[in-house]
């Protein structure tokens, strides 16, 4: 590894850390500098924002989580059906320990989540559209993100103060079958891809992956 991409993991690992012990609303950008000692200009060479450096977790988790996929023996052949695997368990990893549910919590409730999922979510559902021969117009397609994004938001903001008591399966369900519906995908066919997946994803070895510590 090049010496820039060594500066670059330190930088997440110490990230990581902060955002671990402090939450994203209480992590500083200059406790990561004091905590390596180094210069602040380091971190913005790579990181120009902390909402950046929460992005880069995100992306470093998805390459995981799609190789935990790749790896496995179960076939999984479908962009949507991946998607629906893949989301299951992102959100399982998330909700699995009580600071990285906290760092979840306060990325959503600030609306720095959706601006973190946008250009990934945006490209596999256009996959999406191209596999299945749909027709959308683009104003289309941003009016159905942006209902996608802003329900998710105030869901998880309640689900994770205790105003749901649905079983967090369910509510994956229940939220990514929304999109597929308003594309005017075949209900029969989201609701097979969706109850898969669950069994797809509870068999994936994934107790050793973490977002943050």
Known sequence: MKKGELTKQMILEAAKKEFY???YLNARMNQITKTLNIQPSWITY????KE??????????????????????????????????????????????ENTRLFFYELNKKKVMSVIMKPMVD??????????????????????????AAGRMTFFEKYLEG??????????????????????????????????????ANAMPVEDLHLLL
């Open 21 to 23: 012990e402090k939450g």
């Open 46 to 49: 790579y990181f120009k924002t």
């Open 52 to 97: 950046n450096l929460a992005a880069e977790l995100f992306r470093e988790m998805f390459d995981k989580i799609n190789a935990v996929i790749e790896a496995s023996d179960i076939q999984i052949y479908d962009v949507l059906h991946v998607h629906f695997v893949r989301i299951r368990l992102l959100y399982r990893i998330l909700l699995r320990d």
């Open 123 to 148: 490209e596999m559902y256009r996959e999406i559209i191209k596999k299945y021969h749909i027709t959308v117009t683009g104003e289309e397609f941003r009016m159905i993100r942006e209902i996608d």
């Open 163 to 200: 105003q749901y008591s649905l079983s967090l399966d369910d509510a994956v369900t229940i939220l990514e079958g929304v999109v597929p519906r308003l594309l005017g995908m075949d209900a029969g066919t989201i609701d097979s891809m969706l109850l898969s997946s669950m069994r797809i």
